[in-house]
């Protein structure tokens, strides 16, 4: 079930929150004063551990905010980002676990191979489909965080390639939150910097060196008013999807049905419009941007002509050795059968010529 984007809490609380400090509040209408940006959410990916490291290492130790951070990992490697931020600052650092309450002045650390969404109070770690080919994602990270703390949500984008964080960004910028891009011309990789200000309205372009400050700067401001209106549904529809919980329902609001089939699952493929920034989900949960779609029906094409080179070098193999067995007793049949598979070793012959081209 979605965050009501009205109360912006869970339909279902605890009696008791952990976090009272930082419970939820309404996307729209008044703002309570004692609201400050405190809710901090950064992605990276290549190129992210110094650049996070710099970040944190310019952040108080009294900070009224809690981070957030997601950093791109392979899924097999044992991850111990958080031991080496805990290390880059004055701030503690764990990794994130299901049900985590959210404490100000410390940092949550996405673990492996989990997506780490933001919830009223609490942190949901959750082995959701992946996003942009990633799982820790930054977009369900960024959109999580936007649909339950709406304003007070500031969202971090540093280095890394591709595109991931984009559609995160403009979340938090239609719940109300503050944008804030890595200068492009410093960051170790520029293209998610670069793709994240290509598509958003950004409030602020900085050099790592500024964004700490800021962060810092802002954790003590007020919130401005919420945006008039209550922010799109479809951040919540999205948000169920992460959690295994989307339906084909949800897919008719989010976006309209293409001729294009997830490569992931096989799945129908819905196209949504962010703005004109195009993205793509299947009823299963996995979504790509532009970007990211092209690259994994690349992947798909190659493991097709590979599979399809397997067989046709199989059947050659098996025609030619039949072929061999009865030459005396079927001689026409030995001929034909020797035929087809010279004909099929030159299909196989194309099919390697395609992927050797494919690779260069």
């Not at 339906?247 to 962010?274: K, S, V, Y």
Request: contains cysteine; hydrophobic residues 40%; negative net charge.
């Amino acid at each position: 079930m979605a965050i009501d984007p009205q109360s912006g809490r869970d339909a279902v609380e605890d009696a008791a929150d952990p976090a009272a400090d930082l419970q939820a509040v309404p996307h729209a209408g008044h703002r309570p004063a004692a609201h400050t940006h405190d809710i901090v959410v950064v992605g990276a990916s290549a190129g992210g551990v110094p650049t996070l490291r710099r970040l944190l290492d310019d952040l108080p130790a009294d900070l009224p905010a809690a981070l957030f951070v997601v950093l791109h990992t392979h899924a097999d490697a044992p991850s111990q980002l958080h031991e080496i931020l805990g290390r880059a600052g004055s701030l503690e650092a764990f990794a994130a676990r299901d049900g985590m309450p959210i404490e100000p002045g410390r940092i949550h650390v996405a673990p492996n191979d989990h997506h780490l969404l933001v919830e009223s109070g609490r942190m949901a770690v959750i082995r959701g489909p992946r996003e942009n080919r990633h799982r820790p994602a930054i977009d369900p990270l960024f959109r999580s965080a936007a649909w339950a703390y709406g304003p007070r949500v500031v969202g971090v984008v540093l280095s890394g390639g591709l595109d991931d964080g984009t559609a995160g960004l403009w979340a938090v910028k239609s719940c109300g939150g503050t944008t804030v891009v890595q200068e492009p011309t410093e960051a170790l990789y520029p293209e998610m910097p670069l793709n994240a200000l290509m598509h958003n309205r950004i409030d602020h372009r900085l050099p790592i060196g500024e964004i700490g400050p800021l962060i810092a700067r802002l954790a003590h401001e007020p919130v401005a008013a919420a945006p008039s209106g209550p922010p799109a549904s479809t951040i919540g529809d999205e948000i169920e999807f992460a959690r295994l919980r989307g339906d084909l329902q949800a897919m008719t609001r989010l976006g309209t049905l293409t001729p294009f089939t997830c490569p992931t699952c096989r799945g129908a493929l819905w196209e949504m419009n962010e703005a004109g920034n195009l993205r793509y989900r299947c009823h299963t949960g996995h979504a790509f941007s532009q970007r990211t779609l092209i690259l994994e029906q690349d992947t798909a094409m190659e493991e097709a002509i590979y599979m399809a080179l397997r067989a046709v070098e199989e059947k050659a193999a098996t025609l030619r050795r039949l072929g061999e067995r009865w030459p005396d007793r079927f001689p026409a049949t030995s001929v034909q059968y020797e035929e087809r598979a010279r004909e099929l070793e030159r299909t196989a012959d194309r099919l390697r010529a395609l992927l050797a081209g494919a690779s260069s």
